[in-house]
């Protein structure tokens, strides 16, 4: 028996989300008495795979050559090294991979799932999770019966935790049949923070009133070593890329630090946003429905307050 985390890598290198993994999936197995089996699949150094033990990884399970980015496939794989460690719990990111698989190892392994939570389980006997509901307006605890539990875990809602261990690394030979998915071509986006990886976020809505004032959103996030983004009514006018749209239909994300400027504060963005550490917003509307989110608000023009916020910072860096 034991706790089965899936550690994705970008380019063969893992990122603070797999060591956020395998660290909530260590205090999952500690609760439970058992210990982690992470598992990589495509092309990745021994060397690399070892980090996984520093975050509670005992083994890791490695899966060469797979890198089609098949999720049929990958899930084909994981079920069987589900089966062969005799895993009773397994932790995937409830990112876009993750929502994609875990449905799916959910009908092979017959399996419940508790989808985005945001905790540790408040209880393995009977095993209960919590998770956020109706938009993020209020909190579920759901008991998983089944004996297989899968767990996707909303990104940043749990602390890196070095420990200082080990794993003995492992080569699984999968029965993964052939890819139905094949990639011809990959373009990358280059020369700016990812959206996803961020851990500060600067995000504009429609008080910055046009897409030529973007600068002083520009200007903020370079400053901070942020990413940028926006909401949908700016996406949907065309002054940002969609690629940048945060909220419910757009990308969910959980940065430490997210500034929300000029944005209303709509539940369908906030839904996307607040698992955020920390939200500054800024807006002229003392009414507007983000202060009630936020842990600080700036009642004041965006166009103003943002480069004086920028000018501010710059000032104390050169300290």
């Known amino acids: 028996?034991?706790?089965?985390?899936?550690?994705?890598?970008?380019?063969?290198?893992?990122?603070?989300?797999?060591?956020?993994?395998?660290?909530?999936?260590?205090?999952?197995?500690?609760?439970?008495?058992?210990?982690?089996?992470?598992?990589?699949?495509?092309?990745?150094?021994?060397?690399?795979l070892s980090k996984l033990g520093a975050y509670g990884a005992s083994k890791v399970m490695?899966?060469?050559?797979?890198?089609?980015?098949?999720?049929?496939?990958?899930?084909?794989?994981?079920?069987?090294?589900?089966?062969?460690?005799?895993?009773?719990?397994?932790?995937?990111?409830?990112?876009?991979?993750?929502?994609?698989?875990?449905?799916?190892?959910?009908?092979?392994?017959k399996a419940a799932v508790g989808a985005g939570l945001i905790k540790l389980p408040t209880a393995v006997e009977p095993f209960t999770v919590t998770k956020?509901?109706?938009?993020?307006k209020a909190f579920a605890n759901v008991v998983l019966k089944t004996e297989?539990?899968?767990?996707?875990l909303a990104q940043n809602s749990y602390e890196v935790i070095e420990t200082g261990g080990s794993a003995a690394i492992q080569t699984f030979a999968a029965n993964s049949g052939e890819a139905k998915t094949v990639v011809k071509d990959v373009q990358k986006q280059t020369g700016?923070?990812?959206?996803?990886?961020?851990?500060?976020?600067?995000?504009?809505?429609?008080?910055?009133?046009?897409?030529?004032?973007?600068?002083?959103?520009?200007?903020?996030?370079?400053v901070l070593g942020a990413a940028t983004a926006c909401s949908r009514p700016v996406s949907d006018e065309g002054w940002r890329p969609h690629e940048e749209h945060t909220g419910q239909t757009g990308k969910i994300i959980a940065?430490?630090?997210?500034?929300?400027?000029?944005?209303?504060?709509?539940?369908?963005?906030?839904?996307?946003?607040?698992?955020?550490?920390?939200?500054?917003?800024?807006?002229?509307?003392?009414d507007a429905p983000v202060f009630e989110s936020s842990d600080y608000g700036i009642i004041g023009d965006a166009l103003k307050v943002l480069p004086a916020?920028?000018?501010a910072i710059k000032e104390a860096k050169n300290k």
Request: aromatic residues 6%; glycine residues 8%; hydrophobic residues 45%.
């Open 132 to 136: 956020k509901v109706f938009s993020g």
């Open 148 to 152: 297989v539990k899968i767990l996707t």
């Open 255 to 286: 940065p430490n630090l997210y500034f929300a400027a000029g944005i209303s504060g709509a539940i369908q963005h906030m839904a996307g946003v607040s698992s955020s550490k920390c939200i500054v917003a800024i807006n002229n509307d003392a």
């Open 1 to 48: 028996m034991s706790v089965l985390v899936y550690t994705e890598n970008w380019d063969g290198v893992f990122k603070k989300l797999s060591f956020e993994l395998v660290s909530y999936a260590a205090k999952v197995a500690k609760m439970m008495g058992t210990s982690v089996t992470a598992v990589s699949i495509g092309n990745v150094s021994d060397e690399e």
């Open 62 to 109: 490695k899966v060469e050559g797979n890198t089609s980015l098949d999720n049929q496939l990958y899930t084909t794989i994981l079920a069987q090294v589900a089966e062969a460690e005799s895993a009773k719990v397994i932790v995937i990111s409830n990112n876009n991979t993750g929502k994609a698989i875990a449905p799916r190892l959910s009908v092979k392994l």
């Open 192 to 222: 700016k923070i990812l959206l996803n990886d961020a851990e500060i976020v600067v995000s504009g809505g429609r008080g910055l009133k046009s897409a030529d004032n973007w600068g002083a959103i520009e200007d903020l996030a370079e």
């Open 309 to 311: 916020l920028t000018e």
